[in-house]
């Protein structure tokens, strides 16, 4: 029989912190999923530490051949899935142990919902907590899909949080064809928009993930960047989706979303002095913390 749960998660490069992120995956309370681990051709020994984790049957591990970039780890290790639902965890990030039981409760209770998400903290390079909890844009419950997509835009962020915050319908993330990767910085929030067109969202307001962030992926240009991809994604949105969002609502998202490159570069100078770019900087990730 299938799982309830698939937990998917990419890695590249993670060898110091990747131990860790499996173990918080194991530790759930929720017992009927199975994780698929896919190694993106590291060069740190992240392949040879997972190793470990082989005599656990929940436990998969595949090699996802060099190019293509993490949108085809992404893709690669969620091909797998066989579970219901999915979650792709980041190769340093981490979930509660209560995260995958309440998430399930949540979209079983709402079956017009295709994405759950949580809030989540912030941790440094070395695992500290750097944020409180964070997230949601203030959406609470069940939302209307088209409305949840709409507040993401004209707040300019990624209310839905990273991969490791949200939880899925496998059925509604292959029906719209997977991860959208048309603007790589910001693949996770646009694959969470497409699914909402469509289908409801559930904000879980408590924290069930921690994201890691270090110095060293939130430089000058990585920020401006982002932010550019963030405005040309919702601009796609816009025209793919007629109706869902008004001129004034892309006016103000993109807005948002260019000041939001100043509140990443003044982070990459926090950053900087606190961690000197430790151990999580070599990750193969994409999306946003804000």
């Not at 082989?54 to 595949?62: H, I, K, M, N």
């Not at 059925?171 to 719209?176: D, F």
């Not at 939001?260 to 770019?277: D, K």
Request: net charge neutral; glycine share 8%.
């Amino acid at each position: 029989m299938s799982p309830r749960v698939s937990v998917v998660v990419p890695t590249y490069n993670n060898a110091e912190v990747v131990e860790e992120t499996v173990r918080s995956i194991l530790a759930s309370t929720l017992t009927d999923f199975e994780l698929v681990v896919a190694d993106h051709s590291s060069t740190d020994g992240t392949w040879e530490r997972l190793q470990q984790f082989t005599a656990d049957p929940r436990v998969r591990l595949l090699v996802t051949p060099p190019g293509g970039g993490a949108p085809a780890n992404w893709a690669r290790v969620t091909a797998e899935a066989r579970g219901d639902y999915v979650k792709l965890v980041c190769g340093d990030d981490l979930i509660a142990p209560t995260c995958l039981e309440k998430q399930v409760a949540a979209l079983d209770e709402h079956p017009t919902a295709v994405l759950c998400s949580s809030r989540r903290v912030l941790i440094d390079a070395h695992g500290e907590r750097i944020t409180g909890a964070r997230g949601l844009g203030g959406l609470r419950g069940l939302v209307p899909g088209r409305v949840a997509a709409r507040r993401a835009v004209v707040v300019g962020s990624n209310i839905f949080g990273e991969p490791a915050s949200a939880l899925v319908r496998r059925s509604a993330l292959v029906e719209i064809g997977g991860w959208t990767g048309s603007e790589p910085f910001v693949i996770d929030q646009q694959t969470f928009c497409n699914l909402l067109v469509d289908g409801d969202f559930v904000a879980l307001d408590e924290a069930l993930a921690s994201f890691r962030i270090s110095a060293s992926q939130w430089s000058v240009s990585l920020a401006t960047l982002q932010s550019r991809q963030v405005v040309d994604f919702h601009h796609r949105l816009a025209a793919d989706n007629p109706g869902l969002l008004s001129r004034a609502d892309l006016v103000r998202g993109d807005t948002m979303a260019r000041g939001m490159a100043y509140v990443r570069r003044a982070a990459y100078v926090w950053l900087a002095h606190r961690s000197h770019a430790g151990p999580g900087a070599g990750r193969q990730r994409l999306g946003s913390a804000a």
